[in-house]
Every structure is written in C-alpha cells, then in structure tokens.
C-alpha cells in the first residue's frame, strides 16, 4: 500500500503520515523514500550539495570533543558479531553525518542562540538514520531534524529540553491522576523528570537495543508533532502502572523508572506508537499548556504546524519571549534538588525530596547526568563555560 501511494504522480503526504504512525514503515527501502519526504528534504545530493557535504563533514565545530567521546561509545547494540574494523568504519560514517550537519546548521562558529549544536544523544538518533537510510541521506534527514523535531535540543543552552521535561508530570496527570500523583507524593514531582531525558532526546534509541524497533519508532516520530516522544514516555508509564505503583521509596521508583522496559509495557513499538498518537490527539500540547496554564519561555516544539506543504515546521524562537518563569522555575527546582549534592553546599528540604535528588543523579546514565549537572550548574554559575555538554 505505501509503495502505491509513493508510486503516484500527486502523493498523498497525509495518508502516509498516517500509515508511518500507525503502521509502520515495511523496510528501509521504503524508509529511505519516506523518510525524507516526510521532512521535504532530498534523499540525493546535487554536485554541489555533495562538494559542500565533503568539506562540511571534515570540519571542526564548538563539540567536536564530545562527539568523539562518545562515537567510542556508539553502535555496539547495532553491531554485534561485527569486526573492529567494520565497526570502526561505521562509526567514520557517523562522525561524517554527524559533523556535516552541525556545521550546516552554524555550529562552526561563535555560540549563538540561533545556531545548530551537537548534545549528547544526537549520536543515538544518528545512528538509526545512518543504519535505516545511508550516510548522504541520513545526513539532509538529520540536518532537517535539527531545525525540526529535534531542535529544542540542538540549541545552545539546555534550558528549552528542561522545559519540556517539566511537561512529563501535567502529561501524566491528564492520562493517569492516581500516577502521577504517586510520582509528587514520594518526591518525583519536585524537578524535572531526569529519568525520561533520554527517551525524549534520543527517540528511546538510548536504551532500545533493537534497531528495527528504534526505526519502527522512527517512523512515527519523523511523522508527527515533535513531542511525540513525549507523549510515547507518558504512555510507557501508565502502562507500567502497576509497577511504579508498587515502589513506595522515591529512590527506588525513580530507579524503577530508569530501568523501564518501555516497549514491554505497553506490547512492543506497534502499540506504543499508536497510543502515544492517540494521547496526543486528545490532549494537543497546546491545549496541555492551556488547561494547566502554562507558558514556555524557551522551547517552541508545543508551536510546531502543519506548513503548507503538509509537513512539519517548529518556529526557531519562541512567539514571545515572556519574563523567565517556567523555565527558569523548573531551573531552580533543580538546582534546589541538587543542592544537597554539590560541594559546600549545606543540605536542606525535606528528607524524601533529598532521597530523590539523590537517587536521580546516583542513578542516572552517563548521558542523563551530563545535562542535568549542565542545568543546575547553568543556573549557579550562568557565566561558566565548563559545564557545556
């Protein structure tokens, strides 16, 4: 049925947003068709498009550190059985689409609001477009998904991707009350939920060891709103509800939620997909903000439309840029969280709430703890320049 609809002269881009989403795509064939059509990107590159590839993806920007860091660390759930060799020229490929796309977005240069910059877990993205679609298309998908879905996160600063993050709970309420009260009472609710970072920056590739079931994700997410993901954390959760219910202690729920077998608890990627699309259908993020008055000073993925192509857009700056309140609160809420944590600095706030701060950063993979100490250290020390993931 997809390759009928691709195969007409006038395509039908709704209809196959929708089959992404709910079906899934048959294979990566069709992924590679798909999948930049989605984001009205060109699968090939022209001669000079592939000049400029050339030079961008040797070039250097403001993370080229960090990216190496953590290419040593990439593809091993993708590459079982491989050779060093072949997995090492894989990961060329990588650091290729990886670098070329962050310097097509200003990365290169001087630290601007408006630039594209890498963050710890576009490796993991990058890893499945590569993997799915090629190293040239995977790079035009991934430079779309910067200034796209993705961008909240590719921005300087991580304070659009904490707001989000402060979304997770208000989410929750609306889809399971007795939960997400369950989470505020043992302490969860006092900052940003850091357990589902990475499942929002990274598509769940993090911590999904499958790359058929990353890309059966894929699908659905390159599809629809770009808070899709979060919608898929949410309805991983009151799948599990049963579960985290159970954890009584703020440490051991908050390790209960790290560990979550998202696509367990809801019966595989399929599903997970689909009713993660239908929360979002009853509940829009827009209509989210509105019901639990709230306003978003940094992010702008909760503005993203439908263009006139029938494809995604995500304004680059928020519509208005408010005094700092939400994003600066939920800030301070977890500065005040790790407070606790960082050296001379005396303990204070209630026990349970120390328990969770606690728990969340002794329990958080590498990925997690990097951005969660960049965001408190960013609200202590805004000048510093060390703390930059």
């Known amino acids: ?23 899934g795509l048959v294979n990566s064939e069709v992924r590679g068709r798909v999948w930049p059509l989605l984001l009205g990107v060109e699968p090939q590159l022209s001669a000079e498009a592939e000049e400029e590839y050339l030079q961008a993806r040797c070039a250097k920007h403001a993370d080229s550190a960090v990216v190496e860091c953590d290419l040593q660390r990439s593809l091993w759930s993708f590459t079982e059985g491989w050779s060093d060799e072949a997995r090492d020229a894989k990961r060329d490929e990588l650091r290729h689409v990886l670098t070329a796309a962050v310097c097509a977005g200003g990365g290169a240069g001087e630290e601007e609001d408006g630039e594209v910059r ?153 599903e997970l997909a689909r009713r993660a699309a239908r929360e979002l259908h009853a509940c829009p993020p827009q209509a989210l903000l509105r019901a639990e008055r709230m306003r978003l000073v940094c992010s702008t993925a909760a503005e993203a439309y439908l263009g006139e192509g029938g494809r995604w857009e995500v304004p ?25 944590l960082l050296p001379g600095r005396p303990a204070a706030g209630k026990p349970r709430g120390r328990a969770a701060a606690v728990a969340a950063v002794a329990s958080l993979s590498s990925l997690a703890a990097a951005a969660v100490l960049l965001a408190v250290f960013a609200r202590i020390d805004p000048g510093g320049t060390h703390w930059r993931l």
């Open 118 to 270: 890498y963050y710890q877990g576009m490796h993991d993205v990058a890893a499945v477009l590569l993997f799915e679609v090629g190293e040239r298309s995977a790079y035009v998908v991934l430079r779309r998904l910067a200034r796209c879905q993705l961008r909240d996160s590719t921005r300087p600063a991580m304070h659009a991707v904490v707001e989000l993050l402060g979304l997770l709970l208000p989410l929750l309420r609306r889809l399971d009350a007795q939960l997400a009260a369950h989470l505020e009472g043992v302490g969860l609710g006092d900052g940003p939920p850091v357990f589902a970072l990475a499942w929002l920056i990274t598509w769940f590739a993090h911590g999904v060891p499958a790359l058929p079931t990353a890309a059966r994700l894929f699908d659905a997410f390159l599809a629809s709103h770009p808070l899709l993901p979060l919608y898929a954390a949410a309805a991983a959760m009151k799948a599990a509800r049963k579960a985290l219910l159970a954890e009584e202690d703020g440490a051991e729920l908050h390790r209960a939620l790290t560990r979550l077998d998202v696509l367990g608890a809801v019966g595989g990627a399929d």
């Open 316 to 340: 680059d700056k928020p519509a208005a840029r408010l005094r700092p309140s939400s994003a600066g609160a939920t800030l301070a809420a977890l500065a005040g969280l790790a407070a606790p």
């Open 1 to 23: 049925m997809i390759n009928d609809l691709l195969d007409k002269e006038q395509v039908d881009l709704a209809q196959i947003r929708k089959i992404s989403v709910v079906r």
